[in-house]
């Protein structure tokens, strides 16, 4: 079975562009979650999906957005970026609820900032 | 919101050594996981406890819950270069449908 694939593996972008990053995740899994993490903050909760709806979201501005698709493939979009944005975004599946299942992640997408 | 605290931040020990990562939560336990996390790369599932005095293990890391003391401990017994890593706990948030995650413990196994 495959894992969950994420792309891009890399990214660099400047200020004030937009990004769109894709999550792929594991064949039956409904429930696709999306984290940041940085050196200095850790990993962060950025958004839940499970079937195309949006469960829940972490503390972050209106800029991060996301969405799910029928096939449960997710995508996280960022727009007017922020030197702040730099970071690694992984993506996890899960089969239903995230919290209470197993979650798989990705390798990530390191996103650079310039 | 839950705060979850690892110790020690870092870590370095002469392979063949022991070693124990703690996890301690600011709230009660209801569900803890062990990730371990290669440099750079995406997290890796070790363990899911989710009952007070619950023990798993696997291969050589053991990891328990102590939910009277809303702590969780991971041992890695005789450790090797290939434990080397980030490890990190995640625990259910209250809304159920995101983990938190501790900082993580930075862990070097030298020859």
């Known amino acids: 079975k495959a894992g969950v694939t994420q792309t891009p593996r890399y990214l660099i972008k400047t200020r004030g562009q937009q990004v769109t990053l894709s999550c792929s995740p594991i064949s039956g899994h409904r429930s696709v979650s999306w984290y940041q993490q940085t050196p200095g903050q850790g990993l962060q909760f950025l958004f839940e999906y499970f079937s195309e709806t949006q469960r829940n979201k972490g503390n972050f501005p209106g800029r991060f957005s996301g969405r799910q698709f029928s096939n449960s493939r997710s995508e996280m979009n960022v727009s007017t970026l922020e030197l702040g944005d730099s970071a690694l975004y992984l993506c996890a599946s899960s089969i239903g609820q995230a919290s209470y299942n197993e979650q798989f992640f990705g390798p990530g997408t390191r996103l650079t900032v310039l | 919101s839950q705060e979850l605290e690892q110790s020690p931040q870092s870590l370095i020990v002469q392979e063949g050594k022991n070693l124990t990562i703690n996890c301690t939560s600011s709230k009660t336990l209801y569900g803890l996981y062990w990730y371990k996390q290669k440099y750079g790369e995406g997290l890796i599932f070790l363990m899911m406890l989710q009952k007070g005095g619950e023990e798993k293990s696997h291969e050589k890391i053991t990891a328990k819950l102590d939910e009277k003391k809303q702590q969780s401990s991971l041992h890695i017994t005789a450790s090797q270069p290939s434990h080397a890593g980030i490890y990190l706990c995640?625990?259910?948030?209250?809304?159920?449908?995101?983990?938190?995650f501790g900082k993580g413990t930075s862990l070097l196994v030298t020859p």
């Open positions: 995640g625990a259910d948030r209250d809304s159920g449908y995101e983990l938190n």
